[in-house]
């Protein structure tokens, strides 16, 4: 998608630190951060919500989570816990009309995510 700001760092339009990158993901630090580790993990395909994916996405989905996972390893926050987190619309909170899932973590976060 063309106007897309994630599409743009995903193709490295926009420049901004890589924390993990593979052939179908690629995950930076969001620029406005809940916790001390707010990680946005993307799929590099174009996909606008979690309510656009088929079964041809399954692995794509797999390969988002299995990043978030090495990161949280990487970033030492394994041990202590972390949040993974998918916002779904509008209703749901998701500001950005690109698929992305959150990692946070790096101290004791609350029950329930603040709302938006």
Request: proline fraction near 3%.
């Amino acid at each position: 998608m063309k106007e897309c700001i994630f599409c743009k760092i995903a193709n490295h339009q926009l420049t901004t630190e890589i924390l993990f990158e593979n052939e179908k993901v690629i995950a930076f630090r969001d620029i406005n951060p809940i916790a001390p580790v707010h990680v946005l993990v993307i799929p590099k395909k174009h996909i606008s919500s979690v309510t656009e994916i088929t079964e041809k996405d399954i692995g794509l989905m797999g390969n988002l989570i299995m990043a978030a996972k090495k990161i949280a390893d990487d970033l030492k926050i394994s041990e202590s816990g972390y949040k993974l987190l998918i916002r779904v619309g509008r209703h749901g909170g998701q500001e950005i009309r690109h698929l992305h899932l959150h990692l946070i973590g790096g101290a004791k976060l609350a029950e329930n995510i603040r709302p938006i």
